[in-house]
C-alpha cells in the first residue's frame, strides 16, 4: 500500500486524535479509567469464541463484497469514492475499525495507564513512529514546548488527573492548534480524506496484482492466442 501518499493528512489526524484524547484524559472519564475485566474464559473457550466472532465478520464483509461493484480504476475520482463507500459498508457491518478507529484504539490501550502528561506525549511519538508516520506538521515539538511552559509555570511535573494543570496546557493546545489549522470539529473530514487516500492506494494495488496475474498467465502457451482484459472491465463478484 502507498503509505507516502497519506502520512500528511495522518499526522494532521493523529495530532488532533492526540490533543482530544489528552483533553479527554483530563477529567476521570472512561478512557482515563480502567474497564472491568471480562470474566475469565479457558482456553478452548476463548479460541472457540475468537475463531467464531472472525468467521462471523469475514463471512459478512464477503456478503457485502458479493452485492457491491468495484471498478478497478485507482485513477477514476468515482471509482475511488465507490470503492471508499463499499469498504465503509463492509465496516460497519462487520464492526470493523476504520483507520481512524485504530489510531484512537492504539493510543487510548497504550496510553491509559500513564499518569502523567509527559509520558503520555512520548508514547505518542512512540506509536506515530511504529505506525511509519511522519510529524510533517512539526505538532510534536509544539506540544512539548507547551507542555514544558506549563510545568515550569506549575513548578512541578504535570499530571494527567491535575485538572487545572490540565486546563492550562489545554489552553496552549488550544494555540497549537491553530496555529497549524486543525478544528476538532475538521476531523470527519481528514478522516474522509484518509479514508479516500486508502481506498485509492488499495485499488493501485489490486490493479497491480491483477496486471500481474494476467501477464503470468498470458506466458502460458494455451493463452498465447488470448489478448489482455482491461483490469476495469474486471467484476471482482465473480472471483469472490
Known sequence: MAFTSRLLSRSRQLCGIQTILLRDHAAPVRLFAKEAAPPALKGDEMLKGIFLEVKKKFETAIG???????????????????????????????????ESQRIQYTIQTRT???PDARTYLLTLKEIRIKRGLTDDLGAEA?????????????????????????ALLMAEFDKVNKKLGIRKEDLPKYEEQLE??????????????????????????EFKDEQM?????LDIRNFI
Not at 146 to 151: F, G, M, N
Not at 199 to 210: D, G, R, T, V
Open 64 to 98: 457485502v463484497l458479493r452485492k457491491e461493484k468495484i471498478t478497478i480504476a485507482p485513477e477514476d475520482p468515482a471509482a475511488v469514492a465507490q470503492y471508499s463507500k463499499v469498504m465503509k459498508t463492509v465496516r460497519e457491518k462487520a464492526d470493523l475499525f476504520s
Open 142 to 166: 509544539m506540544m512539548m514546548d507547551a507542555l514544558e511552559k506549563v510545568e515550569k509555570e506549575i513548578k512541578k511535573p504535570l499530571m494527567r488527573n491535575d485538572k487545572k494543570g490540565m
Open 229 to 233: 482484459v482491461d483490469v476495469k472491465s
Open 112 to 114: 491509559q495507564d500513564i
Open 196 to 221: 479516500l487516500k486508502i481506498a485509492k492506494a488499495q485499488l493501485e494495488e489490486l490493479k497491480k496484482n491483477a496486471l500481474e496475474a494476467m501477464e503470468t498467465q498470458m506466458k502460458r502457451e
